[in-house]
Nanobody, 116 residues
């Protein structure tokens, strides 16, 4: 079993920055993909960014050039640096881990609100 604990959400003004963190614990297979998804009220949960244990990254078009995903394999932690935030980035952000045995895990979510 894997547990994911997110931190770093909050309220920020448009144009501001936030950094999300997600620490994984439990039985973590070495080969995995960690990432972030978000869900705004009344909408589906969408991909934000993912990074494999080998360092391959993938971003949603809407965040390219503004968000940066990174990970520390030694700490089993993934980060999301969010810059130039827009009101449309407001959502609950969920951490995700998929291991190569096919199991998927989710964090509890952290609220990000971009508003003046």
């Amino acid at each position: 079993q894997v547990q994911l604990v997110e931190s770093g959400g909050g309220l920020v003004q448009p144009g501001g920055s936030l950094r999300l963190s997600c620490a994984a614990s439990g039985t973590i297979l070495r080969r995995n993909t960690m990432g972030w998804y978000r869900q705004a009220p009344g909408k589906q949960r969408d991909l934000v960014a993912t990074v494999t244990s080998g360092g391959n990254m993938n971003y949603a078009d809407s965040v390219k050039g503004r968000f940066t995903i990174s990970r520390d394999n030694a700490k089993n932690t993934v980060y999301l640096q969010m810059n130039s935030l827009k009101p449309e980035d407001t959502a609950v952000y969920y951490c995700n881990l998929v291991n190569y045995a096919g199991s998927t895990y989710w964090g509890q979510g952290t609220q990000v609100t971009v508003s003046s």
